[in-house]
Structures are given as C-alpha cells and as structure tokens.
C-alpha cells in the first residue's frame, strides 16, 4: 500500500500521510508507505492515483490544489470529484501573512501602504501556480489594491529557505512549517490569513480583522482513493484514519504544529470538495487569475 503526496516532502500533507501511514501499517498488517511525487502543482502524482487500480492500494494525499488545479488548468487529465472516491477530511491548516524581517512593515497596513508606494518592487513565494499560497496572494493583492511579483515554486520546503535569507519578501503559507523561524526572529507574522485566530498565536490578529474584511483562506487536507473502489474497502480505510486523528496524541502533535484536526465521512468531504469547487472558482475569478495550458 501507498499514500502519494503529489508535493515535495516536509509540508502539513506530508505529515499527515506519514501519520496515516503508520496507522494504515499497524492496523492493517501490511507496510503502508508514503510516496512524495511532486510536478506540475501536484498534477502528476495526482494523475498517477487517478489511473490506479481501484482496490484500496493506493491512496492521495491531498489539499486544496487538488480543486484549484482543476478550476485554472484547461486540460486537466483527470476530474477531482468524478475520478476519485473520498475517504477522509483530516485537517484544516492555518495560513499567516509572513514577511522577511527587512521588509519595513509590522501590520498588514504597513504592508500595503509598502506595496502600494513601490508597485511590483516586493515579492512572494508560493509552492506553484495555482497553490495555496499563490491563491491567497493573489486575492490579498486584488482586496488591497497592491502589486506584489510572483515566484513560484516546486514546494514549501524550497521557498523557506529563498524567504528566510530575504530572497523573497512575504507568503501566505502554513503557519506549522514557519513558525520555527517566525520563534527564532528570522520571519515576522503580521497576520493569520483564515477566518480565526490560531491558538499558537493568540494576539495575532487575522488578515480580515486588520485591514480586509471577508479575507478567509485556509488550506484543507484529505484522503482520496480511485474512484470505483469497493465501499467497505473505503469503510475501512476511513475507520482507521480517523481513528489515528482522534488519538489524542496525535491530535495533540498536529495542533501544535498549526494544524487543526477536523475527521469526517466519506460524504462530508464530497460535499466540502463541492462547496470549495465554487468556492476557488470565486477567488480565482475575483483575483483574475487565468487558465493555464
């Protein structure tokens, strides 16, 4: 058995696969292994699940690109909702505003007071076109009324270290994988980008609440499997991963690292797969964000 996480590893995805897998493996009795394929913002490793054979062998770990791909990319060679069969929501992670501690900015005000005087002139990294953190920038620029270069990248674990030695300027990424350096004065949050505060950081105020209201993005992980695998099958597998996120342990490490829990059935995670569909095609609209060939 294996778990493919379309993204290089090191991310929020990676590590709940890995929990997955430890889980899949015990209780199964057969090794569950993770298999990192990044490319084309997920879309090979995406496929490769797609075109799997339907027996509950092979598993995607998946996020919000897993929709957004399919609202910008004009010849997608799969369907996110028609081709897969959802196991499991696991997690919702938080996004913060971040910026290299040259940037002469402490609020999100500042930033775009900042942004608006040298238009273009500031930064920021994202995991590839069309990921999370490009989407969420994409529509801050559009609610500010600010002008910020895009450089995109394969994944997390490559734009962290361009961001921490001020290659790049900002991001809105996930706050787990930053806030190591945020601690060690190396980045600086101005604000949380989702709809609420994070108990990691408590007087961090979110994007919405300092400058743009309605401003709420965070980023959803979930287990898929083929579509026209057996439901038992999906059953099961949706048994044991929920099991291991409602292990308090395991809840435990993932809420520290910023990522919120959130276990469902096989029927919620449809649902919020459709409702992000319109969702995404929203703010890909709103941020004027066009098709990619």
Do not use: C
Request: aromatic fraction near 4%; glycine fraction near 8%; hydrophobic fraction near 45%.
């Amino acid at each position: 058995m294996r778990i493919v996480v379309p993204l290089t590893p090191g991310g929020s995805n990676d590590l709940l696969a890995r929990i997955a897998a430890e889980r899949l493996t015990a209780r199964l009795g057969q090794p569950a292994i993770v298999d990192n394929k990044p490319g084309a913002n997920g879309n090979i490793g995406t496929e490769l699940v797609a075109k799997s054979a339907p027996d509950g062998h092979t598993l995607l770990m998946a996020n919000t690109s897993h929709i957004v791909n399919f609202i910008l990319s004009a010849k997608l060679p799969y369907d996110p909702i028609r081709d897969f069969a959802p196991v499991a929501l696991m997690s919702s992670v938080h996004f913060a505003l971040v910026v290299h501690p040259s940037v002469p900015a402490h609020s999100v005000q500042e930033l775009i007071a900042l942004a608006r005087s040298r238009p273009g002139a500031l930064n920021y990294a994202s995991a590839g076109n069309g990921s999370p953190h490009h989407l969420a920038m994409e529509l801050f620029k559009s609610m500010a009324g600010v002008d910020l270069t895009h450089v995109p990248y394969k994944g997390a674990a490559q734009f962290t270290p361009d961001l921490v030695s001020g290659e790049v300027s900002a991001v809105i990424g996930a706050i787990n994988s930053l806030l190591p350096h945020v601690k060690a004065g190396r980045l600086r949050v101005l604000a949380m980008a989702g709809g609420r505060r994070t108990p990691l950081l408590p007087d961090t105020p979110t994007i919405a609440e300092a400058a743009l209201p309605g401003f709420a993005l965070d980023n959803w992980g979930g287990m898929l499997v083929p579509a026209g695998t057996p439901r038992p099958i999906v059953e099961r597998l949706n048994a044991e991963i929920v099991a291991a996120l409602r292990d308090p342990q395991t809840a435990q490490r993932l809420t520290s690292q910023g990522i919120e829990v959130t276990p469902s059935t096989p029927e919620a995670f449809q649902e919020l797969m459709q409702a992000h569909l319109l969702k995404w095609s929203a703010v890909v609209k709103a941020a004027r964000i066009g098709l990619q060939p």
